[in-house]
């Protein structure tokens, strides 16, 4: 099974539970299936899940684990990627916005401008998106724009390694936990704790082949939780960042 | 009884692991003599999802592996956490790595259902169970090297089996199949450990373990102490079992691996040298799991023996 037709089984998952998920469904002219899974409805943990099942394509595991901060027992999501720099080239690299908005996801194998699996992060759900294929839509202060959320980081990670040049190649495998922001209706105090999840609570790991001074320097600028870099030759670990559960409870509770 | 290790794990092969062999990053191939060869992780790359394939096959559908999370020292690492059913089946009949064929002057080591079938090995006989329904036979073997066809002869005969029924699924351990599934032998270290104890497997009615997977690396000896160190130092096995109290009160402090003072907190590539890298050189009580929790239900106790050594966790998971 190819990771477009992957993507596309879980896009069908999807639209299949509806309205056991908590989603709603809409099909425009211009060819664009769209799931409403946090705009105007609520949606909820599988549709969540599935938005990142969807965008690693197959090429991965999509786990709900936890955190304690303080007394509360918080959801984190955990991502287990076979192939963390394809994930990101196909799903996360992402295409120029369409109308300001950023979709996330895997293009068609027929269509270069569709999307087999799309994911966007937007206030509105209308038939005037100008897209093709599957999308899945959820607002800021939705569970599923959350969850997306907590894949952000190591994304990021593999971003800057392929930015410091580190051959796709060499990176290998990918590990992440980070917290599932405690929902809010304010836009913007969600965007706060999603942004203070990502920088206080994300835990990466990423097990590649790469020299010694790149990683260095590659973890030596980290922002966004704790890196660990596990360099495959020498059997070193390369550590930058850090995990702030202090900093997170004060941001999240 | 009425199931098979075989047929559930060889089902589980060509129904998921081979349709999906493109996105585990395996290759599945036949020998000349008709014997299946699942490479997870000698040549190739596999994966996470590689990973739970290997354990859940060796498990032989009555188990399986699920990730979770767990602190090494001060950090938050993936662990491996293993459920399985019929516990002394599935870890004495098939998941333990005791069925040793030799070959070229060494021993191949060989877990699995295959096991089963003629019951091989003392641990395998340490239950009645026998797979004799089993239409092939599924081995599983930590390895830097595809077998032969010869070896695989051996293999099979030694099984009583023909090549062309043999599957055997291999890995190094300087990969992340091969870290993820010797991390994953936490029940499987356990269980025989309790019976070297007296402890009758048919007694044993539940079990988990947990595993932090602290490294993967290239090096094949290097990952091997490492993964080693993961079990000795890291993991933590529940039992759930019928049997007097006094049982288990006389033997708590000869199970597990803080009993071994004079070399507690080394790491296992150094212990492992001391041996010459040679497992049969190993003391059987070196090979002792890190933790074990008691839980009987005949009298509603539980005990509990071991601690987690997380300051040799975190120096193997720093490198």
Redesign the interface.
């Known amino acids: 099974m190819n990771l477009y037709n992957f993507s596309y089984e879980v896009f069908q998952s999807i639209r299949a539970r509806i309205p056991d998920n908590n989603c709603s469904f809409i099909e425009n002219e211009n060819g664009l299936s769209m799931v409403d899974a946090g705009v105007e409805m609520p949606g909820g943990w599988s549709v969540a899940k599935k938005v990142l099942e969807g965008l690693s394509c197959g090429l991965g595991q999509v786990n709900i684990g936890e955190i304690l901060l303080q007394d509360f027992r918080l959801p984190t999501v955990e991502l287990l990627l076979d192939e963390p720099v394809r994930i990101f080239e196909e799903s996360f690299r992402g295409r120029s916005s369409v109308n300001n908005l950023r979709i996330y996801g895997p293009g068609s194998e027929s269509d270069a401008q569709a999307y087999s699996f799309g994911f966007a992060v937007t206030g509105e759900i209308s038939g005037e998106i100008p897209a093709k294929g599957n999308l899945v839509a959820a607002g800021n202060t939705s569970l599923a724009a959350a969850v997306f959320n907590t894949s952000l980081p190591v994304m990021t990670a593999v971003e800057a390694l392929l930015k410091a040049g580190v051959p796709g190649e060499n990176i290998l495998w990918a590990w992440s936990s980070c917290p599932v922001a405690t929902l809010t209706d304010n836009k913007e105090q969600m965007t706060k704790k999603n942004e203070a999840v990502r920088r206080k609570g994300a835990v990466i790991s990423l097990w590649l082949r790469a020299d010694a001074d790149v990683l260095k320097a590659v973890t030596a600028s980290w922002e966004f939780g704790q890196l660990r870099l596990h360099e495959l030759v020498t059997a070193k670990t390369y550590i930058g960042g850090c995990l702030d559960e202090a900093g997170l409870s004060r941001e999240l509770l | 009884m009425t199931f098979s290790l075989n047929n559930n794990a060889a089902r589980l092969i060509e129904d998921y692991v081979r349709?999906?062999k493109?996105?585990?990053?395996i290759d599945i191939f036949e020998l000349d003599n008709g014997t299946t060869i699942l490479d997870m992780g000698v040549f190739a790359?596999g994966?996470?999802?590689?990973a739970?394939a290997f354990v859940d096959i060796g498990l032989g559908g009555l188990g399986e592996l699920?990730?979770?999370?767990m602190k090494a020292g001060s950090?938050?690492?993936?662990a491996l956490s293993v459920l399985v059913d019929r516990p002394g089946i599935a870890e004495m009949a098939s998941h333990v790595a005791r069925f040793r064929v030799p070959y070229k002057g060494r021993n191949i080591d060989i877990s699995g259902p295959i096991r089963s079938i003629k019951g091989v090995d003392e641990f395998a006989r340490a239950v009645e169970y026998r797979d004799v329904e089993a239409k092939s036979a599924v081995g599983c073997i930590q390895t830097t090297v595809i077998p032969t066809a010869e070896a695989c002869g051996l293999i099979a005969e030694a099984a009583g089996v023909t090549p062309e029924q043999l599957y055997l699924v291999v890995a190094r351990t300087g990969n992340?199949v091969g870290a993820v599934q010797v991390g994953a032998r936490n029940i499987e270290q356990t269980l025989p450990t309790l019976f070297d104890h007296g402890f009758d497997m048919e007694d044993i009615i539940q079990a988990s373990g947990v595993t932090p997977m602290i490294?993967?690396?290239?090096?094949e000896l290097?990952a091997y102490g490492?993964v080693n160190d993961s079990l000795i130092y890291g993991q933590e096995t529940n039992v759930y079992l019928r049997c007097d109290d006094e049982k288990i009160l006389g033997v708590l402090d000869e199970l597990t691996f803080v009993k071994n003072r004079d070399i507690y907190g080394t790491p296992f590539q150094e212990i492992f040298a001391r041996c010459d890298n040679d497992w049969t050189q190993v003391p059987r009580e070196w090979d002792a799991p890190c933790k074990i929790n008691f839980h009987n239900l005949s009298s509603g106790r539980s005990f509990s023996t071991g601690k987690l050594g997380h300051q040799t966790l975190e120096n193997s998971?720093?490198?």
Request: with cysteine; net charge positive.
């Open positions: 349709p999906n493109e996105r585990l990053n790359k994966g996470w999802l590689a739970k699920c990730y979770r999370k950090y938050y690492v993936p992340i490294s993967i690396v290239d090096d290097v490492r998971f720093l490198g």
